[in-house]
């Protein structure tokens, strides 16, 4: 079975300034997706990044980019120029590519707080 | 992207009670799931909605206690029975996947059982 783990339950950045969060993932599959989803007090699940297994090129998407390093099954997000807005909660995500298990599997999450 | 409504978007129920949470997606989609997020935690998927066939579940949720309806390619509900205290979470639908890779999710449901 695949899991997806994220190893900081915390982090804290100043604001412009620049964050990376840390997402490592199991599994014995080539072909998958890989997400991260930002989740503020509101609760609304947003998507921030997706990467497909398949793709060497890095994910970026305005301020936000991915390390993926299929190898070690590692999956980074970082957030450039940091702003208030960016406070939340953070969910690494992955999901097979096979169309009958079309299901998120999530981390625990990490909760970013930004300084003013 | 598709946007998803959900209602109610909060509820206050009384143990031993039911309360059935609806999805609505804007667009015709193949593939609809419900997940529990219970307090300060990650996300669970409970299962998959299946149109025109039964929910797949996953382990450790069960028909009779999570039932699911997926009458069409744009709605589905999901009714939380015999309510416990224990069942007080955020039940998140999400749409997507198949052919799309991306899911995209509803604004949850805050449940609290009495």
């Given at each position: ?23 490592t ?8 997706y ?10 609304q ?9 398949y793709k060497?090129q890095n ?11 299929k190898a070690?099954?590692s999956?980074?997000?970082?957030i ?20 009958s298990q ?8 990490t909760?970013?707080?930004v300084?003013? | ?30 593939m609809?799931f419900?997940?529990r ?8 998927l409970?299962?998959t ?9 996953e382990?450790?949720?069960?028909i009779d ?14 009714t939380?029975?015999?309510?416990s ?10 749409a997507?996947g198949?052919?799309?890779d991306t899911q ?8 609290t059982?009495?």
């Open positions: 079975a695949q899991t997806v783990t994220q190893s900081q339950p915390e982090m804290s950045v100043q604001e412009a300034e620049t964050v990376t969060l840390s997402c993932y199991d599994t014995s599959e080539s072909d998958y890989l997400f991260w989803y930002k989740q503020p007090p509101s609760r699940m947003i998507l921030v990044i997706r990467q497909e297994a060497q994910a970026t998407e305005n301020r936000f980019s991915v390390n993926f390093q070690a099954k999956f980074s997000l970082k450039s120029d940091s702003q208030l807005g960016d406070a939340a909660m953070y969910f690494c995500a992955y999901r097979s590519a096979r169309g079309g299901n998120l599997i999530f981390g625990k999450g909760k970013l707080s300084k003013p | 992207s598709a946007v998803i409504s959900q209602k109610p978007s909060r509820d206050i129920c009384q143990r031993g009670t039911s309360l059935t949470i609806q999805c609505q997606v804007d667009s015709q989609v193949t609809m419900w997940y997020q219970q307090p300060g935690q990650s996300l669970t409970i299962a909605a299946n149109q025109g066939s039964e929910a797949t579940y382990s450790g949720f069960v206690k999570f039932p699911i309806s997926r009458p069409n390619l744009t709605f589905s509900t999901l939380v029975s015999n309510m205290p224990e069942d007080s979470s955020i039940y998140l639908c999400s997507g198949g052919s799309t995209y999710f509803g604004p949850g449901t805050r449940l059982v009495l």
